[in-house]
């Protein structure tokens, strides 16, 4: 029986190790029938994550750091070369100054501000934008997000803002690709043990609390991400455009 990506292509970028969540969904996807290529952020990255395609003969890596034309301009040409076309992109990228998601957010910094801005929202648009050539019609985008860009969550600060810029891009790049039939999508999860969310102040603490309070009584989990990731890269999602669907156990529904 084929899968539900049988004969498809794509690029997930932003794979740091196992725990990432833009891993759970390269997996899954090749495990649905698609050949994926998973980017990596420099060499360093691509050392470590190189045990991760032991046994994934579908899975090709491509080194490129998003924040660089040069690195879209090459990687663009080598998806082109080992691909032609690809049907979907993933983008699991974020980053924000550590002393920026600590303390008073009035103390942000210019800088701080323009490397999460740029870093974790604007490397969608530029990724879409140099990779536009080669997306068959019908493709789909997909970005992670998270609930402090509706919210405010205390030691999220900068991060909140880059996605909620994150958001309206997600639906300014769905009405801009409409036209080719090309579907912009984001997935916000709930918190999940990734080497990202460590980098927030108290994180294990709210992982608890929130593993409490949801409906569901347990934190969302990276397969759970990577089914609803799957729906929306698929052609079960056609008539799906510039939404943010929430997996996150039912936290986004709860109040304070």
Not at 167 to 182: K, N, V
């Amino acid at each position: 029986m084929d899968g539900l990506l049988s004969g498809k292509k794509g690029v997930v970028f932003g794979i740091a190790n196992d725990r990432s969540i833009g891993w759970a969904i390269a997996e899954l996807a090749e495990a649905q029938g698609a050949e994926v290529g998973i980017g990596v952020q420099n060499e360093r990255m691509a050392r470590s994550a190189e045990k991760l395609l032991d046994g994934h003969a579908k899975m090709h890596m491509f080194e490129a750091d998003l924040n660089l034309e040069e690195d879209l301009e090459r990687v663009h040409q080598e998806l082109k070369a080992a691909y032609g076309a690809i049907d979907f992109m993933v983008h699991s990228v974020a980053f924000a100054l550590r002393e920026d998601l600590a303390g008073r957010f009035i103390r942000t910094s210019r800088e701080g501000f323009r490397v999460a801005l740029e870093t974790s929202a604007y490397s969608f648009v530029a990724a879409a934008r140099a990779l536009e050539s080669i997306l068959n019609d019908d493709a789909s985008l997909l970005t992670m997000t998270y609930l402090g860009s509706q919210r405010v969550l205390p030691g999220y600060n900068v991060m909140g803002v880059a996605k909620a810029a994150l958001e309206a891009s997600t639906r300014y790049l769905a009405y801009d690709l409409g036209e080719r039939g090309i579907r912009v999508n984001a997935v916000s999860p709930g918190p999940i043990n990734t080497v990202s969310a460590r980098g927030i102040k108290g994180f294990s603490a709210i992982l608890n609390v929130v593993g409490e309070r949801v409906p569901l009584k347990r934190p969302a989990e990276q397969e759970q991400v990577a089914t609803t990731s799957l729906y929306l890269l698929s052609d079960l999602s056609r008539g799906v455009t510039g939404q943010t669907l929430y997996v996150d156990s039912g936290y986004s529904s709860m109040g304070s």
